[in-house]
């Protein structure tokens, strides 16, 4: 089945500097590939996705990488603040084999110091 | 406004007594889905369904049931809880199959005494 691995676990930043996560999958036919913010107490909640016909997609301070060919994918947050410290998890499809299901990666927690 | 409602939002329940959690939607979804959250890990996929069609995760515990009475509602049964199945419980819904975002409910605390 997928496998969907994520890094740093942790990250820790001053506010306003970059923050990247990355993650990288091992079914070839995953298409597409959200991430989800999940403030402490909360649901998680989708903040970006992209597909696998698209190479980067930019929403304001947020933007995502994809390279199928290495099969890994990134989340860029610019100008972070401290309402960004939440845990932040990737996740993946299964395809076509199992196009309902999303496997996540085990999350980063980021922590944005003022 | 609330699009994925989860009841109750805590439940406490002891040793080995059923409980049942309850998740329902206004957004019309075909896909419903249940997770286990515990502290500080992923969101864990126990079962699913797309309309009635009901998928297991070939892991999930058989003290773990599902029922889906209708589009809007989902249940989700654990027939004799351990102390290991204290955890969150996230019900989520999505609009199909061909990657779609998928939607959280607030989820469902549970207590194992």
């Known amino acids: 089945g997928e496998n969907v691995e994520q890094h740093p676990s942790t990250l820790s930043v001053q506010e306003g500097d970059s923050a990247v996560i990355k993650c990288t999958y091992s079914?070839?036919?995953?298409?597409?590939f959200p991430w989800y913010k999940q403030e402490l107490g909360k649901r998680p909640q989708l903040i970006i996705d992209i597909r696998s016909n698209v190479g980067e997609k930019k929403d304001q301070r947020i933007a995502v990488t994809l390279n199928k060919t290495a099969k890994h994918f990134s989340l860029h947050i610019t100008e972070t603040q401290p309402e960004d410290s939440a845990v932040y998890f990737c996740a993946s499809d299964h395809g076509k084999s199992s196009g309902d299901k999303l496997t996540f990666g085990t999350g980063t927690r980021l922590a944005v110091r003022p | 406004d609330a699009m994925v409602i989860q009841n109750p939002r805590y439940q406490v329940t002891q040793f080995g007594k059923p409980v049942t959690l309850s998740c329902s939607q206004t957004?019309?979804?075909?896909?419903m889905y249940w997770y286990q959250q515990k502290s500080s890990q992923a969101p864990k996929l126990l079962f699913h369904y797309y309309d009635k069609d009901f998928n297991n995760e070939a892991d999930t515990p058989d003290n773990f049931q599902s029922r889906r009475p209708n589009t809007s509602f989902c249940f989700l049964d654990i027939r004799s809880p351990g102390l290991g199945d204290a955890a969150m419980y996230l019900c989520?819904?999505?609009?199909?199959?061909?990657?779609?975002?998928?939607?959280f409910g607030p989820g469902t605390r549970l207590t194992v005494t």
């Open positions: 989520a819904t999505s609009r199909g199959r061909g990657g779609y975002e998928q939607y």
């Open positions: 079914d070839s036919a995953s298409n597409y």
């Open positions: 957004l019309n979804h075909n896909v």
